[in-house]
């Protein structure tokens, strides 16, 4: 060990990553020159979900937006591999308002205009955490780019998904509770409702705080939703929301299901390899005993909340493939700022980190016929990290 802390010195560790980030760049832009059928996450990943509701809020009139045949059509012009199947978007009217100038353009300049933004919310994710943790803003180029090379965070930033403006979103609300900024970390997380399957699991600890101005801001920033909705989609836009959610959600399921980390696969996977037929009753009762234990760490957070009134929040993010129904493999990205939280620069946790992004290719690459459940084991290896970091960070 002694050899290995002299080998991974602080300027050869700099020099490593600025060399991996050179090198993940050219693979970048490798894949985009030679990619012809634009069929690459580089090019396409969810993007085309974006961009149809966009097209068609600028060209063809809002009320058309959740159509089908025309996300269909839009979608199948520009990415011809789809080949007559598409993305299906269902993201809320104030989402897709928010969204619609990139309709202006064409489709793959539009998706140029995506990566842009995703890369600067990365960069700014980090920007924020390094306010939080002196350790990221002294060593800034190492965890700039050893988050990248993990790749849950990097199909959320270049692969054409908006999980880096969820973990742009998670690490301004971290911020604002830190600076005691309540109203503030309201106003975010109703924002970040655009993502109700995370947020949910939020507003829940944050209530239960019950800080000072919290639930104005949450409640300000819900009638901005709102409104914005009612402008895109009329004043009865709930309503009608809900019921184009509910046609949606099976399909969603079974198209994801590969990349799906949550806990709730796990259970969908038992079921098909050992063919139970009869297990809906222990699913419950298993999630009863999730639930009740979640609430118990709630509620030791609520009695030490002087203290550290930030850490039902970083708990909820390492949780969340447990809590979640819909948390998929690149969603783990919001996962990882709850871990950079507490993270110490050594070698000791470089070499976690180097871990975490060897398992995640490795997952990732046989993700098509094996990665359920084995995408668990990486749920599971983040949790021991968060809170075996959290347990150095307090003895500090």
């Not at 992004?357 to 990290?385: A, D, E, G, Q, R």
Request: one cysteine or more.
């Amino acid at each position: 060990m002694e050899n290995f802390k002299k080998l991974l010195t602080k300027e050869r560790l700099n020099r490593i990553c600025f060399a991996l980030l050179i090198s993940l760049l050219i693979g970048i832009i490798y894949q985009y020159l030679s990619d012809k059928a634009l069929s690459s996450f580089v090019y396409k990943g969810d993007f085309p979900g974006f961009y149809a509701p966009a097209k068609i809020i600028t060209s063809l009139g809002k009320e058309n937006q959740y159509d089908a045949k025309l996300q269909n059509q839009i979608e199948n012009e520009v990415w011809r591999d789809f080949d007559g199947s598409f993305y299906m978007s269902v993201y809320p009217p104030y989402f897709n308002l928010v969204l619609s100038p990139i309709g202006y353009f064409d489709g793959i300049i539009a998706r140029h205009i995506w990566m842009f933004f995703s890369i600067l919310a990365y960069f700014f994710t980090l920007k924020i955490l390094s306010k939080l943790n002196t350790d990221i803003k002294n060593n800034f180029l190492v965890f700039f780019t050893l988050g990248l090379l993990f790749i849950p965070s990097l199909c959320g930033v270049i692969g054409g998904q908006n999980t880096c403006f969820s973990m742009f979103f998670l690490s301004l609300i971290l911020y604002s509770i830190k600076k005691e900024k309540y109203f503030l970390s309201g106003i975010f997380l109703s924002l970040w409702c655009f993502k109700p399957q995370f947020a949910i699991f939020y507003i829940i600890p944050m209530f239960i705080l019950n800080k000072k101005n919290f639930s104005c801001g949450f409640i300000l920033g819900s009638v901005i939703n709102y409104i914005l909705g009612a402008i895109s989609f009329g004043a009865f836009w709930p309503q009608k929301y809900l019921q184009i959610v509910k046609t949606f959600g099976n399909n969603n399921y079974v198209a994801n299901r590969s990349t799906i980390v949550s806990l709730s696969n796990i259970f969908e996977t038992l079921k098909d390899v050992f063919n139970l037929k009869a297990s809906l009753t222990i699913e419950i009762i298993f999630w009863v005993f999730f639930a009740l234990l979640y609430i118990y760490l709630i509620y030791v957070c609520i009695k030490f909340k002087e203290k550290e009134p930030i850490y039902p929040i970083l708990l909820t993010s390492i949780l969340l493939p447990y809590l979640s129904f819909q948390t998929l493999f690149y969603d783990l990205g919001i996962s990882l700022i709850a871990l950079l939280y507490y993270f110490r620069f050594s070698n000791k946790n470089i070499c976690y980190f180097f871990l975490l992004i060897v398992i995640s290719t490795i997952l990732f690459s046989l993700k098509s016929t094996y990665s359920y459940p084995l995408f668990f084991v990486l749920n599971l290896l983040m949790t021991y990290l968060f809170f075996k970091f959290k347990k150095a960070y307090t003895r500090q």
